[in-house]
């Protein structure tokens, strides 16, 4: 297929789509009410997740879309039961009792709060480790010490913030190499004093189970831990165990080597041609958090602008092009919800993809003036960017009162993956650009917001929501969106 770009002359008037802040506040709080009961999330591959994407199809639906709940089954953890983490410092011993045992009545006992002071890590295996067993911690410093990682085989590690070793998936490589019994990840370095205090608070990451895979043989690694402290819980356990020969105890009740459904929900307008635009945005979160701002800002865009576009399509019929929405389950384990869509549709995206957009914490915080009012607007083509800045400035012209409140930034990244000025392979946009097949990238424009500083932790909850912020996006893609469907010009 052959698309043929005109030369305008004259400026386009863009047509704006409005933009209902109160209606999107709404959609993001029914999908935080659906997270877990106790943990607040919805990790994919679990009830919450699956509520989540029925409710996003069941709205598609609503609004005169052709609806679908895709499913596929892919490499997931699932975490359940209530962790547990302890250290006891043993009493004055009397003659047969053991330390720390319920005998010891003078033990002193630190329950550290799960959500609060540590997290369970992607594709982390399972532990029980008791006190009477009397486990080693080894203090791996920043994990770039070889001999340390070598020294800590049969301990449990504990590393600060991981170093230059690449993230969790280079921190889980290097235990597995090892033969820790567990590795511990200590934040002193993210958010700190940010949020609560002095603290560092734990934040969720992934890991690559490709490679601890590959580091563990060809299997993965069912038991081994991988948890997240806090900065403070990390100095109490290491002064405890290290300083103080105290004993832990680590329950982990985690599946890491088994396959989970996630869902992907969408909704389509089918136009007079089989050229298509998307958007899109997750649905899953972390496990021990609402997920408000990553990603729940940017399901309910995505609700929002379906919502619009649907009177559009009312008022004025059948587009030119088909337009579909759609939103991601996966997306915090590895991008598997758009990974595994843009494999199975490769050949029709291939061929007919004129457009996808990705809504991925497109948000600024209730607190702009400390936090900062950023959003940046970037793609991959010159020429959908041309459009994007000339709808940016026709709404800061229409719109003055919102968009006066927050700079717009706008950037072009169409270098190939990897490289510096290509398209970052961090959100659902990866595989719409780079896993069209051979020699075929895909177009794509993306919005991220300054964010919040909750990001990744328990504290990600509407407290923090700026309903608002997510209109500039919104409006503007939104609009590029309502011009790609009519238009028969680019």
């Known amino acids: 297929m052959v698309i043929v770009f005109m030369d305008f002359s004259e400026p386009i008037d863009y047509e704006l789509i409005d933009f ?38 069941n709205t598609f639906e609503s609004l005169g879309y052709q609806a679908e709940l895709n499913t596929y089954e892919v490499p997931m953890h699932s975490i359940n039961s209530e962790p547990s983490l302890r250290v006891c410092t043993p009493g004055g011993l009397i003659g047969g009792v053991a330390p720390c045992s319920p005998l010891d009545a003078g033990a002193q006992i630190v329950e550290f709060e799960h959500r609060v002071d540590y997290v369970i890590q992607g594709f982390s295996g399972q532990s029980d480790f008791q006190f009477n067993q009397d486990i080693t911690l080894t203090d791996l410093g920043n994990g770039t010490d070889d001999a340390l990682w070598e020294s800590a085989s049969g301990t449990i590690g504990i590393v600060d913030a991981g170093g230059s070793i690449g993230g969790n998936t280079g921190i889980m490589t290097k235990a597995v190499e090892n033969d820790l019994l567990s590795i511990i990840r200590v934040n002193t370095d993210y958010n700190c004093g940010n949020i609560e205090g002095d603290d560092c608070v734990p934040i969720f990451k992934g890991t690559g189970i490709d490679d601890i895979t590959a580091a563990n043989g060809g299997s993965v690694p069912t038991e081994m831990a991988f948890i997240a402290l806090s900065k403070d819980a990390g100095g109490i356990l290491k002064s405890a165990m290290i300083d103080n020969n105290a004993r832990l105890e680590m329950f982990i009740d985690v599946t890491n080597d088994e396959e989970l459904t996630i869902r992907v929900p969408c909704g389509t307008m ?57 939103t991601w389950g996966g997306e915090e384990e590895g991008l598997w919800g758009s990974r595994a869509y843009v494999e199975e549709n490769a ?116 407290t923090r929501f700026n309903e608002e912020s997510l209109g500039v996006s919104v409006v503007i893609y939104g609009s590029y969106l309502n011009y790609l469907a009519y238009s028969t010009n680019t």
């Open 20 to 57: 209902d802040q109160d209606r999107a506040r709404g959609y993001a709080q029914d999908l935080v009410d659906l997270g877990h009961p106790e943990w607040k999330g919805r990790m994919s591959g679990s009830a919450e997740e699956q509520a989540a994407a029925e409710y996003i199809m």
């Open 270 to 326: 089918y136009g007079k041609s089989d050229e298509i635009v998307m958007a899109g945005g997750h649905h899953d979160t972390v496990y021990h958090g609402p997920g408000a701002i990553d990603d729940t800002s940017g399901t309910a865009s995505i609700l929002e602008m379906a919502t619009q576009m649907s009177a559009i399509f009312a008022e004025k019929g059948e587009p030119e092009r088909t337009v579909k929405f759609c």
């Open 347 to 462: 050949d029709f995206l291939g061929q007919n993809l004129r457009l996808y957009v990705n809504l991925d914490m497109n948000h600024v915080d209730i607190d702009s003036e400390t936090r900062g009012n950023s959003i940046t607007l970037f793609g991959n083509d010159e020429r959908d960017m041309e459009h994007i800045e000339d709808i940016s400035e026709q709404f800061k012209k229409e719109r003055p009162d919102v968009a006066s409140r927050y700079t717009i930034n706008l950037n072009t990244l169409n270098g190939d993956k990897g490289e510096s000025n290509g398209m970052p392979y961090n959100s659902d946009h990866g595989p719409f650009v780079y896993d069209l097949g051979e020699g075929n990238k895909g177009r794509a424009v993306v919005c991220y917001g300054s964010g919040s500083w909750e990001y990744h932790t328990y504290l990600d909850d509407m």
